[in-house]
Nanobody, 127 residues
Framework: QIQLAESGGGLAQTGGSLRLSCAASGRSFSDYTLGWFRQAPGKEREFVAA????????KYADSVQGRFTASRDNAKNTVYLQMNSLEPTDTAVYYC????????????????????WGQGTQVTVSS
């Protein structure tokens, strides 16, 4: 199986930027579709972004479209989430998720379709 570990969270001001990383173990990283979710206190876990196995396709939640960019480096077994123009509503614990051969369609927004999860990293945006 695969293990995922997020890093790069922290404190930013409104309008600032952060870059999250998710490092994976194993030699089959390119078999996994990767995604990002976030969860604020008292809220359900919500979809943020997903990236295809090759990195050629991405999908974003409307709330982050144009501000966040997902990318991956399969040689480094790492997926990234570049977050720009941060807003206080972006404050949450951010999770990396993986699933083998998951198609980049509407099903990726449902957390239950993803098998593997990281431990989460806190992102706090202050005004």
């Amino acid at each position: 199986q695969i293990q995922l570990a997020e890093s790069g969270g922290g404190l930013a001001q409104t309008g600032g930027s952060l870059r999250l990383s998710c490092a994976a173990s194993g030699r089959s990283f390119s078999d996994y579709t990767l995604g990002w979710f976030r969860q604020a206190p008292g809220k359900e876990r919500e979809f943020v972004a997903a990236i295809s196995r090759s990195g050629s396709s991405t999908k974003y939640a409307d709330s982050v479209q144009g501000r966040f960019t997902a990318s991956r480096d399969n040689a480094k077994n790492t997926v990234y989430l570049q977050m720009n123009s941060l807003e206080p509503t972006d404050t949450a614990v951010y999770y990396c998720a993986g699933e083998t051969y998951l198609e980049l369609d509407a099903t990726v927004v449902v957390p239950v379709v993803w098998t593997y999860w990281g431990q989460g990293t806190q992102v706090t945006v202050s005004s």
